[in-house]
């Protein structure tokens, strides 16, 4: 597994993007898994305070992810120290994670047909 797809790798996951934004690289896949493990918010803050002290940054930021969205997740993130959002970003994926999982779980049970022949099954399932 790349270190960009595994979502413990917080860090790394924020100095990936925040290096392709700075220098106004072209979107990847590699940077879209920065953002994608249930923890964009944190990841995105991370790198609208970092664009605070990086000029290089701060000029390229607005041409990435929506800036109106970015601040709104730092908004809602204003009171976590910068220190702390990996820890945040942790708890956020477990929550979201476990959001998912559930909807997941209750989809697939939604669509199991409720009139299953268990004889039909059987025979479906031994050929």
């Given at each position: 597994m790349s270190r960009l797809n595994d979502p413990e790798n917080f860090r790394g996951r924020v100095n990936y993007a925040a290096k392709i934004i700075a220098y106004g690289r072209s979107p990847t896949r590699a940077l879209d898994n920065c953002f994608e493990n249930y923890d964009g918010d944190e990841v995105a803050t991370a790198i609208l305070r970092r664009s605070r002290k990086n000029?290089?940054?701060?000029?390229?930021?607005?041409?990435?992810?929506?800036?109106?969205?970015?601040?709104?997740?730092?908004?809602?993130?204003?009171?976590?120290?910068?220190?702390k959002l990996a820890d945040v970003a942790r708890q956020t994926r477990a929550r979201r994670k476990s959001a998912f999982d559930a909807w997941f779980e209750q989809q697939r049970k939604a669509d199991a047909p409720?009139?299953?022949?268990?004889?039909?099954?059987?025979a479906k399932s031994t050929s």
């Amino acid at each position: 597994m790349s270190r960009l797809n595994d979502p413990e790798n917080f860090r790394g996951r924020v100095n990936y993007a925040a290096k392709i934004i700075a220098y106004g690289r072209s979107p990847t896949r590699a940077l879209d898994n920065c953002f994608e493990n249930y923890d964009g918010d944190e990841v995105a803050t991370a790198i609208l305070r970092r664009s605070r002290k990086n000029a290089r940054l701060a000029a390229n930021l607005q041409r990435y992810p929506s800036l109106s969205c970015i601040e709104a997740a730092a908004n809602r993130l204003a009171d976590v120290p910068t220190r702390k959002l990996a820890d945040v970003a942790r708890q956020t994926r477990a929550r979201r994670k476990s959001a998912f999982d559930a909807w997941f779980e209750q989809q697939r049970k939604a669509d199991a047909p409720a009139d299953r022949d268990p004889i039909i099954a059987d025979a479906k399932s031994t050929s």
